[in-house]
């Protein structure tokens, strides 16, 4: 299992940027993606981004391409998501999420939850 520390979350203003951290530990040679969803309250979870952990191949939903950027500093053993120009409507609970292989192919942020190990959430809000 993989247990995953989230932290960097908290309020902005619209237009602002907040970077969110996420360090794994345990059996991380079984992860082969690590990914950021979010949920916000009364919606459904939603994939965001995704980064593989070998190939550092990246992949984004449509609401947040070209505003955040997920990278994989593999020395610090440490996902970061860059959130930048931030909407009222990014405001969510952020979850990483360590992919087993099942969850990091196809379509990774379309894969069920049972193919991921997840972290506790951080949130973020975004006032206008």
């Known amino acids: 299992e993989v247990h995953l520390a989230e932290s960097g979350g908290g309020s902005v203003q619209a237009g602002g940027s907040l970077t969110l951290s996420c360090v794994p530990s345990?059996?991380?040679?079984?992860?082969?993606?690590i990914a950021w969803f979010r949920q916000a309250p009364g919606k459904e979870r939603e994939g965001v981004a995704v980064?593989?952990?070998?190939?550092?191949?990246?992949y984004y939903s449509d609401p947040v391409k070209g505003r955040f950027t997920i990278s994989h500093i593999k020395t610090k053993n440490t996902v970061h998501l860059v959130m930048d120009n931030l909407k009222p409507e990014d405001t969510a609970t952020y979850y990483c999420?360590?992919?087993?292989?099942?969850?990091?192919?196809?379509?990774?942020?379309?894969?069920?939850?049972?193919?991921?190990?997840w972290g506790q959430g951080i949130q973020v809000t975004v006032s206008s």
């Open positions: 999420a360590a992919g087993k292989k099942s969850g990091c192919t196809g379509r990774p942020l379309q894969n069920s939850a049972d193919t991921y190990d």
């Open positions: 345990g059996t991380t040679f079984k992860t082969y993606c």
């Open positions: 980064i593989d952990t070998d190939s550092r191949w990246t």
